[in-house]
């Protein structure tokens, strides 16, 4: 799949969002291919578009991709976390908008070298920067049995976590289990045999892996309690999640930035005086139609939340 094969995932819906009526900077923190950022750039033709993203191979797509708009788009090879840092020494104050698409491109998955997809063989790998230091496969052999367990219940929400973790760390000690994707894959799966599953339990555990060889978590934390000061009046916030441990933290985030007060229920009266500095676009979860979802499976799980600063 080329960059220009490529379809975003709710590239209307997300296009939408943006509709600012004025002249924008829109921050798209992770670029990818480049797919959202050229509805946006086509759709609003003042519309200015900084791309960040760590994956230096996406990031030359999305360069590639997108050099038609000129100096309407600009491309850093940076990490959204990254993204207070990357405006203050580019001599920006704040933006008009800020999305992000928390799952991954297309090109990583078919990248049988990265090892984020068990579809084929490769090395166990991971990283969306080569500036990380440890791959999912060092993870998997220098964890004890506990640690990696914990990982795939907390990250992956897998019930089957401790029998999972106990046969990667056995097979690694039997010298049976090579630094290979697709046969971490099958251990994953023998470990779990279970007719009646419905998701696959190397997809949860191959997502907790992910999660912590890129901190994503962490990093989805940090932005999020920056978005306040990164926005500019009127400006826009939209994220897109694909499972339920990014969801609730932008959903938690994104409801207490429109609520304000802190003060717990038991409280009659706000001692807090926080006030709410934004209010919720859409007040429930934006998902993908039914023809999207037929069109690219990857959408089913894709859920978008909007906010704007007040």
Not at 194 to 220: G, W
Not at 233 to 258: C, M, N, T, Y
Request: contains cysteine; proline residues 5%; charged residues 25%.
């Amino acid at each position: 799949m080329t960059a220009y094969e490529h379809v975003p995932v709710l590239g209307d819906e997300v296009a939408g969002a943006f509709d600012l009526g004025r002249k924008a900077l829109v921050v798209d923190g992770t670029l990818g291919l480049g797919g959202h950022s050229e509805r946006l750039l086509e759709r609003y033709p003042q519309m200015r578009i900084l791309g960040l993203d760590w994956d230096a191979g996406a990031l030359s797509t999305a360069r590639e991709r997108l050099k038609k708009f000129g100096d309407r788009f600009e491309a850093v090879e940076a990490n959204y976390a990254e993204l207070p840092s990357v405006l203050s020494q580019g001599g920006r104050g704040t933006v008009d908008g800020l999305f992000l698409d928390l799952g991954l491109s297309s090109q990583q998955l078919l990248d049988t070298d990265r090892g984020f997809s068990f579809l084929r063989p490769g090395p166990l790998d991971m990283r969306m920067s080569r500036s990380l230091t440890r791959t999912a496969w060092e993870i998997v052999v220098h964890s004890s049995e506990r640690e990696l367990a914990e990982m795939f219940r907390s990250y992956g929400e897998e019930p089957q976590a401790r029998r999972i973790a106990q046969a990667l760390k056995e097979a690694i000690r039997q010298h049976a289990l090579p630094n290979d994707a697709w046969q971490v894959a099958e251990t994953i799966r023998r470990a779990a045999a279970s007719p009646m599953k419905r998701i696959d339990p190397a997809t949860r555990c191959f997502q907790a892996l992910r999660i912590v060889v890129n901190h994503e978590l962490d990093n989805l934390d940090k932005i999020l309690t920056e978005i306040k000061d990164l926005l500019s009046p009127g400006g826009r916030a939209a994220i897109i999640s694909f499972h339920s441990l990014e969801d609730r933290r932008v959903k938690s985030a994104f409801q207490q930035a429109a609520k304000g007060c802190l003060c717990p229920p038991r409280i009659p009266q706000c001692v807090c005086g926080q006030i709410p500095w934004a209010r919720l676009i859409n007040r429930k979860v934006i998902v993908a139609s039914e023809a999207e979802m037929r069109e690219n499976p990857r959408a089913r799980s894709a859920k978008l939340r909007i906010l704007e600063h007040l």
